[in-house]
């Protein structure tokens, strides 16, 4: 089955740094990758997504990057607020049912 | 729509109890997933059903855990008898299951054995 990893596991920035958070993963068949974010305390939603035909995507101060040959995409968050502080989660589906998820990030943004 | 809606919200027992997390997925979605969260291991896919049909259930612990889903609105997760072990968040999501991507989570049911 697909195995996906994530790195860091914590990341701390100052207010208004960029964050970047790393996943790999392992079945050349997966081609959907989207990332989820989890407050304290709450479920986990959906921020960005991204498919394989495409190498990169932005939706405001949020971009995911993809690297088919290499299996490796990225979340980047730019001008980080306090808000942003969350666990993130990359993952990896080659069916759109069964998902694949990372291990998570603990992002702290530092006012 | 009110969302995946999961109950009990918190669970509190003792070892060897029976518990039974229930959830109703988004009406209409035909795929429903059971994940268990925990520091350690984040999130594992315990279980996914596609139109009520349980699709992979590699991802069971073991036999005490067992999962149904009677008809497209709910679903039950049960773990008999019940371990320290077994604390963790369990959520519920639903997808269409039209490669859409987007899983819709619950809120998560917290259990706690003692």
């Known amino acids: 089955g697909e195995n996906v990893e994530q790195h860091p596991s914590t990341l701390s920035v100052q207010e208004g740094d960029s964050a970047v958070i790393k996943c790999t993963y392992s079945?050349?068949?997966?081609?959907?990758f989207p990332w989820y974010k989890q407050e304290l305390g709450k479920r986990p939603q959906l921020i960005i997504d991204?498919?394989?035909?495409?190498g990169e995507k932005k939706d405001q101060r949020i971009a995911v990057t993809l690297n088919k040959t290499a299996k490796h995409f990225s979340l980047h968050i730019t001008e980080t607020q306090p808000e942003d502080s969350a666990v993130y989660f990359c993952?990896?589906?080659?069916?759109?049912?069964?998902?694949?998820f990372g291990t998570g990030t603990s992002l702290t943004v530092i006012p | 729509d009110a969302g995946v809606i999961q109950s009990p919200r918190h669970e509190v027992t003792e070892m060897g109890q029976e518990v039974t997390l229930r959830c109703k997925p988004i009406?209409?979605?035909?795929?429903l997933f059971w994940y268990r969260q925990t520091m350690m291991r984040g999130l594992e896919l315990l279980i996914y059903?596609?139109?009520?049909?349980?699709?992979?259930d590699s991802g069971m612990p073991e036999d005490r855990f067992s999962a149904k889903m009677p008809n497209a609105s709910f679903s039950t997760l049960k773990i008999q008898p019940s371990e320290p072990r077994d604390s963790a968040v369990y959520f519920c999501?639903?997808?269409?299951?039209?490669?859409?991507?987007?899983?819709?989570f619950g809120e998560g049911s917290r259990l706690t054995v003692l």
């Open positions: 999501a639903s997808s269409s299951g039209l490669f859409t991507g987007e899983l819709f």
């Open positions: 079945d050349s068949a997966s081609n959907y």
């Open positions: 991204i498919r394989s035909n495409v």
């Open positions: 993952a990896a589906s080659n069916t759109g049912n069964q998902f694949y």
């Open positions: 009406s209409g979605h035909n795929s």
């Open positions: 059903f596609n139109n009520n049909v349980p699709i992979d």
